[in-house]
Nanobody, 125 residues
Framework: QVQLAESGGGLAQAGGSLRLSCAASGRTFSTSSVGWFRQALEKEREFVAAISRRGGTEDYADSVKGRFTISRDNAKNMVYLQMNSLKPEDTAVYYC??????????????????WGQGTQVTVSS
């Protein structure tokens, strides 16, 4: 079982930066791929970024590539999403999610088994 808690959301201006954190509990965290997803108002949840269990593989949605960076610290059971050059269209609730152990990263939210409660990110123009 893995429990997740996101933090770091808030209000930013366009062009600004925010750093989201995802704190995980559970022994399987370090053996699991982790993803960030987001859901804007009245829109479907969409993939943002994912990182493999040891951090060797990163994957990004085209809309955030070059602006966002995902990273993890398994010793601290933490995953981060550094968001730079923010745009109003980045406004959404951001969720971290964990796959079962030893599975690769995925862009499909249905492949993730554990989810946090989400943190709101609002970018003003």
């Amino acid at each position: 079982q893995v429990q997740l808690a996101e933090s770091g959301g808030g209000l930013a201006q366009a062009g600004g930066s925010l750093r989201l954190s995802c704190a995980a509990s559970g022994r399987t965290f370090s053996t699991s791929s982790v993803g960030w997803f987001r859901q804007a108002l009245e829109k479907e949840r969409e993939f943002v970024a994912a990182i493999s269990r040891r951090g060797g593989t990163e994957d990004y949605a085209d809309s955030v590539k070059g602006r966002f960076t995902i990273s993890r610290d398994n010793a601290k059971n933490m995953v981060y999403l550094q968001m730079n050059s923010l745009k109003p269209e980045d406004t959404a609730v951001y969720y971290c999610a964990v796959r079962r152990a030893y599975l690769p990263t995925s862009r499909d939210s249905t492949n993730y088994d554990y989810w946090g409660q989400g943190t709101q990110v609002t970018v003003s123009s």
